[in-house]
Nanobody, 129 residues
């Protein structure tokens, strides 16, 4: 079964750190771009970061310098390391995978939530004191 599974969310104090994982099963991430998106209560899902199959990275302005995306193809997993977390980072975080060039362009360069993205079920990150 082809699927993505996020993990690593939880409750953290402002200024703290978390590392999210996105593990793929049923397919290899080697030839996929992986994006991290998030959805806060009452808001639309927004792009956070993306890594393409050439390891090119993109970040939303709101997380630049605080979040780092990486991939470990041997473990078929993509990570999102988050530092200096703020209450505004509270959201359900989703990872998504795309393969074709147009979808990669849309997801990684435009952070567009498009129909071709294979999504995981999300992991909740709560930043609160």
């Amino acid at each position: 079964q082809v699927q993505l599974a996020e993990s690593g969310g939880g409750l953290v104090q402002p200024g703290g750190s978390l590392r999210l994982s996105c593990a793929a099963s049923g397919f290899s991430l080697d030839y996929y771009a992986i994006g991290w998106f998030r959805q806060a209560p009452g808001k639309e899902r927004e792009g956070v970061s993306c890594i393409n199959y050439n390891d090119g990275e993109t970040y939303a302005d709101s997380v630049k310098g605080r979040f780092t995306i990486s991939r470990d193809n041997a473990k078929n997993t993509v990570y999102l390391q988050m530092h200096s977390l703020e209450p505004e980072d509270t959201a359900v975080y989703y990872c998504g995978a795309v393969h074709d060039a147009l979808s990669v362009q849309a997801m990684c360069n435009g952070f567009r939530d498009i129909d071709t993205i294979l999504w995981g079920h999300g992991t909740l990150v709560t930043v609160s004191s």
